[in-house]
């Protein structure tokens, strides 16, 4: 992290879809974010007009069945945020504004991939400010079951370890590990989609889910075989997408985690669990400044660089 400023967009983007969940159209645009504002969402009305405003940090998430929500006491401002937020911290994007004019962020191929290329469009800048980190300096952990999540120390970044297990065929176990990193989370991460089963559809349409799913949005399992026509586009995607999950889940820490997160049987709930855990426990993190680069060495003065230490502050995420 030495020498990292914070970055936010060059130009303005937008992106367009339905709701997986909802399936209602909704427009996404993404705009240039002022220095230390983070993320922030706000939901706008037909004529551009902003109803509400929030920092996504941990205290904006009201719900997590099946996706991330995002809102405040008055009720949701927007659903499945998941994907976006994991493309935003995967391409180290500090401040953002997010206008959505609909309930739910498009899902469009059920990955991060159209995320990935919009930021790609509007071009990253960065600024003079150096970038704040959450160091997490002892381990975190919740247990659910037979399902965990724990965030622990660790000093090259962010870290994600995932394994799953399920009772199927075409999955069973699958594990990984991996440094996020901009170019790791678009080769590795990003394209993975989303994924579900043929046989829970009537029970999740019953409950009011997944009524904008599809085989264009959607990895979709039967008992034997992957029903979309072009089939994986990884051996073990679905565990590259609940590290997608993870990736997105986390950055509602507000500020880029140094730590590594291990996830075991995993999901939205439990990520937003072990957060919520460690911000709780104010002795087990703090905010951290990445330290400057060191000053180049003057030839012929025999004198060496000095690099003073980054600042560390307290408990803060606003």
């Avoid at 085989?215 to 997408?241: I, K, M, Q």
Wanted: with cysteine.
């Amino acid at each position: 992290m030495k020498g990292a400023k914070q970055t936010t967009l060059r130009d303005q983007v937008a992106v367009t879809g339905v709701g997986v969940h909802s399936g209602k159209p909704a427009t996404l645009t993404l705009s240039p974010g002022d220095d230390d504002t983070g993320i922030v969402f706000q939901r706008v009305t037909a004529d551009g007009s902003i109803e509400r405003e929030i920092r996504a940090d941990v205290r904006a998430v009201t719900a997590t069945e099946f996706a991330t929500v995002l809102g405040d006491a008055k009720g949701p401002i927007c659903s499945t945020a998941e994907h976006l937020l994991a493309a935003l911290r995967g391409l180290n994007v500090d401040n953002v504004v997010v206008e959505i004019d609909g309930p739910e962020v498009p899902i469009m191929d059920g990955s991060a991939a159209a995320f990935v290329d919009a930021l790609d469009q509007a071009g990253l800048t960065m600024r003079a400010l150096p970038r704040r980190f959450i160091e997490v300096l002892k381990p975190v952990r919740v247990a659910k079951g037979d399902a965990f999540g724990e965030l622990r120390p660790y000093e090259h970044g962010f870290r994600v370890e995932a394994e799953i297990a399920f009772d199927h065929p075409l999955i069973g176990q699958q594990a990984l590990a991996l440094d996020i990193e901009p170019d790791t989370f678009r080769n590795e991460i990003a394209r993975a989609r989303t994924f579900g089963f043929m046989k829970d559809v009537a029970k999740l349409w019953s409950a009011g889910y997944a009524l904008g799913a599809s085989f264009e949005n959607t990895l979709v399992v039967s008992e034997d075989r992957v029903l979309n026509p072009e089939g994986l586009r990884f051996a073990d995607e679905f565990v590259r997408h609940k590290v997608l999950d993870a990736v997105g889940d986390l950055a509602l820490a507000g500020l880029p985690l140094l730590a590594a997160y291990k996830t075991v049987r995993g999901g939205h709930k439990l990520n937003h669990m072990v957060l919520s855990a460690l911000m709780a426990d104010t002795s087990a993190w703090r905010v951290v400044e990445a330290p400057a680069e060191p000053a180049r060495r003057q030839r012929g003065k025999g004198q060496s660089a000095t690099v003073l230490p980054a600042p560390a502050f307290g408990p803060d995420v606003s």
